[in-house]
């Protein structure tokens, strides 16, 4: 994930700039840049890779001057490359910007601005800001930056610089993470705590619509509408480890409260702005080639599998087209029918997965349309598939995948939904109706995680077996299959998930007094098949956690403890109801006191096959 640092006070901020961003190294990035006002004037730094190579570069020009701001960048709009990292600049080099977040009215906001004259160097929406900016600026820096920001749609947090007003950084949160940290004589701004928490324990935690203003002297707080705010410090007390997980004791559980943040990312501009359609100009296939589309393959392995798996529902129902999900360590033995006429889907997170990449080669040897969904811009999928749509999920650094995997599912709702508008599979209100719903998960999962602590109790409860089931039917078949692996990968318990239909022609036999069964009943259509095969195992003495859609209240009666989810469309039920089997297995991983973001035998990328 992007990371922000700035500096300005008696210091020379270059060191300070460089120091605070590899305190970030940890969130991931591809590229990193510093601007610092030198007495030439505003001077940029950039550099592709590690920020060992920018650190090399500035021994050799380094940059004298106390103020500056410094970015580790995690490709989004565009691949990683020195001219895409940030800071970016207008074309006069007076102003100066970094950027976390998307913004999604970027290429509207380009257009115009290159009407009025901006040349643009970079493919980024962050370059966006700098020309808008100075498009917009008329001897205040604070004024200008508020009167774009009221231009600009999307999540965002920024740091801006101007040669015009050399004493002053300001910054500005939209839903991105932004924090100031307040020193004697210095102030500082960071995207995270641990950018700034050598220098200082003392922040303000900027909330959405706010921004600051930083000079030697001292920090003014306002909103983006220019009412001056007043605000108590707020003391850090956490150590560096603490920091860097947001305050939270593992990566894994950051990354799953994250899950609302990256579902509305990987909608963002995505979603038409009156929610009546799906925009993907990423996918490189004309209306034509859709229409000539005759079957889809979903290869991926592992978590990204599984999210294949809801996908090759979705995608069915939606567009009506055959889909067969395979494991990419399989896909290529099975010599696979892949013909000209078959879109073959890749999923994977890193995008560097060795048996996925081969299935992606080999699907290209016969002349398929590859279409890559993964969440590392730069990656080796991305770079040799066809079209790629990026799940904006940021770096997962816990090797259990969570935000990763749910991103992959909101991916393939909005490539099933624009598959249906294409190919006319579903009516205008049907669709409609289906974005609405997605708006809504979001604020769904946060309902779910406020909860948490319901879910904790129930693991406490589990991690004391040694063996377990999960079962569920239709699409929910396949969500058990990944709160299944989720619980072997992390908290070493032996576990299987069945499909609920499928118990009894032979798994029946395992199911004894005590023995756990997780079963998820939330698809309306299946829901009473699905509650008798739940007593079928509460007959042979099982303890039943049941998962259901609010409103179901008579599975009580069948259970021994029932977790609810908010209602939503069918389809969309598994970004909901995953969440708390990822909680599940995060708590009985703990309470077994095994190391949750590091599993034993497992690493987060797979690249031997
Ligand atoms: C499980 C997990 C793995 C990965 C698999 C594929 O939590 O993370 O199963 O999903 O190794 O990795 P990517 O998605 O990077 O191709």
């Not at 020009?61 to 020195?82: C, E, F, M, Y």
């Not at 899950?259 to 996918?283: H, W």
């Not at 289906?434 to 948490?452: F, G, H, N, T, Y």
Request: hydrophobic share 40%; proline share 3%; aromatic share 6%.
């Amino acid at each position: 994930m992007c990371g922000i640092v700035g500096y300005v006070g008696k210091r020379n901020s270059q060191g300070i700039l460089i120091e605070g961003l590899k305190k970030l190294e940890y969130r991931g990035y591809d590229s990193a840049g510093v601007a610092v006002f030198t007495s030439a004037g505003l001077e940029v730094r950039k550099a592709k890779g590690r920020l060992a190579i920018l650190e090399s570069n500035l021994e050799d020009a380094p940059l004298q001057g106390n103020i500056g701001i410094g970015h580790t960048r995690w490709a989004t709009h565009g691949k990683p490359s020195d001219v895409n990292s940030h800071p970016h600049t207008d074309n006069t080099s007076k102003f100066s910007v970094v950027h976390n977040g998307i913004i999604e009215n970027y290429l509207n906001l380009k257009e115009e601005l290159i009407a009025e004259g901006a040349h643009f160097v970079s493919e980024t929406d962050t370059e966006v800001i700098a020309h808008l900016i100075a498009s917009v600026y008329e001897g205040d820096i604070v004024k200008a930056v508020q009167k774009a920001v009221k231009r600009m749609r999307g999540a965002f947090a920024l740091g801006v610089l101007t040669e015009y007003e050399p004493e002053k950084l300001v910054a500005v949160r939209l839903a991105s993470p932004l924090i100031i940290g307040v020193g004697e004589g210095e102030n500082f701004i960071g995207s995270d705590i641990p950018a700034i928490l050598e220098h200082t324990r003392n922040v303000y935690i900027l909330n959405d619509g706010e921004m600051a203003v930083l000079t030697q002297e001292g920090v003014e707080l306002m909103t983006i509408e220019g009412n001056f705010i007043s605000r108590e410090l707020f003391h850090v007390d956490w150590d560096i480890t603490t920091a860097e997980k947001g305050g939270f004791d593992h990566f894994m559980l950051k990354e799953i409260f994250e899950q609302p943040k990256a579902y509305r990312d990987t909608m963002g501009a995505r979603i038409n702005d009156a929610g009546t359609a799906i925009e993907l100009p990423e996918v490189k296939l004309s209306a034509e080639q859709i229409k000539g589309i005759r079957n889809v393959h979903i290869v991926a392995c592992g978590t990204a599998y599984h999210a294949g798996l809801v996908g090759k529902n979705v995608i069915e129902r939606l567009a009506r087209i055959p889909v067969e999900a395979d494991v990419a360590s399989e896909y290529r033995y099975r010599e696979p029918i892949i013909t000209k006429e078959t879109l073959v889907i890749v999923v994977s997170q890193s995008g560097e997965t060795a048996d996925t990449l081969a299935a992606l080669r080999e699907a290209k040897r016969c002349g398929a349309h590859v279409l890559a969904i993964t969440n590392v811009v730069g990656s080796s999928v991305a770079r040799e598939a066809d079209s790629v749509i990026v799940t904006w999920a940021g770096p997962e650094i816990a090797v259990a995948s969570t935000k990763a995997y749910t991103s992959q599912l909101i991916a393939f709702y909005l490539f099933g939904l624009f598959l249906a508008q294409t190919l006319g599979t579903q009516t205008p209100e049907a669709i409609r109706s289906i974005i609405a719903d997605m708006k809504e998960l979001p604020q769904q999962v946060e309902s779910i995680l406020a909860r948490s602590e319901e879910i904790k109790q129930y693991a406490e409860e589990f991690a004391k077996n040694t063996d377990l089931f999960f079962i569920g039917r239709g699409i929910d078949y396949a969500v058990v299959l990944e709160g299944s692996l989720k619980l072997k990968e992390i908290s070493y318990i032996h576990s299987e998930a069945y499909p609920a239909g499928e118990l009894k022609h032979g798994t029946l036999a395992l199911i004894e007094d005590g023995i756990p069964v997780i079963a998820l009943a939330i698809q309306e259509e299946l829901f009473e098949k699905t509650v008798s095969n739940i007593k079928e195992v509460k007959a042979r003495g099982a303890n039943v956690l049941g998962i259901v859609s609010e409103g179901n209240d008579e599975l009580q009666k069948s259970v021994d403890h029932v977790f609810t989810i908010p209602k939503t469309t069918g389809l969309l039920t598994p970004a909901l109801s995953v969440v708390p089997l990822q909680l599940l297995s995060y708590y009985a991983s703990l309470a077994l006191g095994h190391d949750v973001d590091k599993p034993r035998n497992l690493a987060k990328s797979v690249t031997v096959e």
